[in-house]
């Protein structure tokens, strides 16, 4: 979800070359230092070191698929950014959109490229229980999580007791909801339990998304070679002492000014985390149109799990505000999720599609709009072409790479099972 | 007595003040000038990309009091990008005319417009402002 670089060029881009130190010093301080994590009150255990151990064993299970084939880091690879490297991702099929990268994943305001999920923790059901991404299903997860000791032991530390499913009249080996192509016995399976029983279920999977949750928002990286250089600016080093080269200090300017990429890539996370019509065109023909906000928008609003369902942790926050207020009319057909730029250098390919293998062709297209697509009439007309030179692209990409930065806590991008044989942490200690 | 008390009441109502505008703010006319329709933000200075909160009072501009059954919808949108909010804000009627708009929040810089819609009976009016956020 982080991975396109979306470089907005807009209306009205008068050149702004060398922006005056005081107006350089104003834009800088909106876009660094970056702020501490937000708590998620939706999600009691979202800082609790043993949900994360939990949550960081359940990543690297591919118990979670029922013929062991897919785990979360399937797809999401440490050594890659976690991300897949590919366009588009391949689960049981070739899915329709890229795969996000982890990285800074719980300061996002919405996930998946639609924003159909509003937190860390209620966004799992979707690729656990996607017939054609990792194929599980609920009831398995539950039997997963009650029959092996390790895992049961640290889930009742965090929940609980866990649901007793030994009556497999009740509690099927596997079930989950529909709807879904043709007739799927897991759904019938699904739909034969009792409310009360299912509910029991909803709370189990609610409860390790909040687990995975914790574990992810471990995934924060560290300030960049452009946080430097900013602390340094606006502490009133002017030079800025070198942390920046000079292709990507005159990047910055025109990030800040002739390419106004800060209308949507704004803040210190370079994203608004709201949705735009990006024009790109699709990857292939064979690709169906995207229908990106105008769904996500309905699905997160109806979903169970959002933040004003009956598994928050907060009802009535500002999180479920946020989801209870949410419009969705035909002008967002087609809006895709502005994605943050920290670490876009690691995140190739770029798009909601995968459709541009590097920066520099990221940065081309935002610059000429060539082969610019509209899926509609009255939609956003923000996008007008930047119509920067040769040198600028390259500038601009300069600046680009400087928003890379390792995590903060390497430790925790390693597979438990590799260092523990097959153990959670929480067992040893 | 009873005529008096009458005559004091009569006299009391008679004298009544216009209603007035309870709180500082800006102040605009609907297109046809039926309604005035003063409004404050909360915070003052709107915030970029973060939800605030629109304190908004329609009286008639006739003078007399807000009826009960007046209605208001607050929306935004920028003309320049052609796209609104991506919400749509909670309207809590405070009595009097007055209106608090819950959860607005604008996502991006730049011109805004915003709407206030105040209906009474079939008609629907509109007072427009602009708002420039940078």
Redesign the interface.
């Known amino acids: 979800m982080i991975v396109a670089a979306v470089i907005f060029s807009i ?1 009205c881009a008068a050149p702004q070359d060398g922006l005056s130190p005081e107006r350089l010093a104003r834009k800088l301080s909106r876009l660094s230092p970056r702020a501490e994590l937000a708590p998620d009150p939706t999600n009691a255990v979202a800082d609790d070191e043993r949900a994360a151990r939990l949550g960081r064993a359940l990543f690297f299970d591919s118990r979670l698929s029922p013929d062991g084939k897919f785990s979360c880091a399937t797809c999401h690879d440490p050594e890659r950014a976690f991300t897949d490297g590919r366009s588009l991702a391949e689960g049981r099929e070739t899915l329709t959109r890229h795969v996000p990268t982890l990285l800074d994943v719980g300061r996002r305001r919405w996930l998946f490229w639609d924003g159909r999920a509003d937190s860390l923790w209620s966004q799992l059901r979707h690729p656990l229980e996607n017939p054609i991404e990792m194929d599980g299903d609920r009831l398995a997860l539950a039997h997963l999580i009650t029959s092996d000791k390790t895992l049961r032991t640290s889930y009742e530390r965090l929940f609980g007791p866990s649901p007793d499913l030994s009556d497999s009249a009740r509690f099927p080996a596997h079930a989950r909801p529909g709807p879904e192509k043709g007739e799927d016995p897991r759904q019938r399976a699904w739909e034969g339990m009792t409310p009360e029983d299912r509910t029991s279920i909803d709370t189990l999977l609610a409860n390790v998304g909040k687990s995975l949750a914790a574990f992810q928002r471990k995934l924060a990286t560290k300030d960049s070679a452009f946080d430097e250089f900013a602390r340094a600016y606006l502490g009133g080093d002017r030079s800025g002492d070198g942390r920046l080269t000079e292709e990507a200090r005159r990047g910055l300017e025109l990030f800040l000014g002739k390419g106004q990429c ?3 890539h ?2 210190p996370e370079l994203t ?5 019509h990006i024009a790109v065109p699709p990857l292939n023909d064979d690709l169906p149109l995207d229908a990106g ?1 105008y769904l996500g ?1 309905t699905l997160v609003r109806e979903d169970p799990f959002n933040a004003g369902g009956a598994h928050s942790d907060e009802r009535d926050g ?1 999180a479920a ?2 989801v ?4 969705s009319d035909a ?2 057909f087609g809006e895709i999720r502005t994605p943050s730029l920290r670490n876009v250098a690691r995140t190739a390919p770029y798009m909601h599609q995968g459709q541009f293998a590097t920066l520099e062709e990221v940065v081309r297209f935002y610059s000429t709009l060539e082969g610019a697509q509209r899926t509609g009439h ?5 996008l007008k072409p930047a119509e920067f030179t040769a040198a600028e692209e390259e500038d601009l990409v300069a600046f680009l790479r400087s928003l890379s930065a390792p995590l903060a806590e390497p430790s925790w991008s390693v597979d438990p099972h590799a260092e523990t044989s097959g153990e959670v942490e929480e067992r040893s200690r | 007595m009873r005529s008096f008390l009458l005559c004091m009441v009569a006299f009391a109502a008679c004298a009544a003040p216009p209603p007035r505008f309870s709180f500082e703010g800006d102040e605009l006319p609907t297109n046809d000038a039926a309604w005035n329709v003063r409004w404050r933000t909360e915070p003052a200075e709107i915030p970029l990309n973060a939800p605030f909160q629109i304190e908004v009072q329609v009286l008639p501009a006739d003078g007399s009091h807000p009826p009960e059954s007046l209605s208001l919808e607050v929306d935004a949108a920028m003309p320049q990008h052609r796209h609104g909010m991506n919400r749509l804000p909670r309207m809590v009627p405070l009595g009097d005319g007055r209106f608090r708009a819950e959860g607005m929040l604008f996502h991006m810089e730049g011109q805004w417009e915003l709407y206030f819609d105040v209906t009474e009976g079939d008609l629907t009016e509109r007072g427009q402002t602009e708002v420039f956020l940078e």
């Open positions: 209306v800060t209308l949507c704004m803040g608004d985390e709201e949705f735009h906000r928008a500002e505000d946020f209870s207020l949410l419009t002008d967002q009255h939609q956003e007309l923000t």
